[in-house]
C-alpha cells in the first residue's frame, strides 16, 4: 500500500485527488484504495455497517453519492483501476470491501460538469478576489511607504 498525499495531473492542474491508497506490487500501481469509517462500524460487524449507510443502495455504492464521484475521479486521476472501496468497522476491527470499477459515462459527464462550473464560476471569482486583493494590496503598500518616508524625514530633522 502506497499512502501519498494530493495528485495533480498536468494537463488539468485545476483539479486535485488525494487517495487513501494506492494498492502497488513491485512497483507497479494495481489499484485505488478509498475507505469509510461509518457510525455503525462502532457497534456493528463492517459488512453490517455496509448495509446500513447510506450511500450503498442495492448492495452496492450509489452512483448518485459523492463518494462515487470521488472514485471515479480518484481512478482518472490515479490512472488506476478499479477501486477498492473499504467499510471499516473499528469495534470488530474488520473491513467489507467492494470492487468499483471505471463508469466511463459517468466519469465525462462529471468532468463536463466540473470543467464548467470552474471555468464559468470558479476562475472568475479568483480572479475577482485577486484582482481586488490586489488593489487592496497596493493601497496597504502606499499607505506603510508615506508612513515610513514620514517617519524618516522626521528623523532627518530630528539629527539637524
Known sequence: MLLCGVIIQPCAPWLGYSPDGLVCEEEKTLRLFETKCPRAGETKRAAEAAQLVSYRKSGKLSKA???????????????????????????????????VVLDDSFLLDLLKRTVDVYFTKCLPWLVSVKSQCSTSVVKVVKNIATKTKGKKEVAKKGKK
Do not use: R
Open 65 to 99: 453519492h459523492k463518494y462515487y464521484g470521488q472514485i471515479q475521479l480518484g481512478m482518472l486521476m490515479t490512472h488506476t483501476t478499479p477501486c477498492d472501496f473499504t467499510i471499516y468497522s473499528c469495534k470488530h476491527d474488520d473491513i467489507f470491501s467492494e470492487c
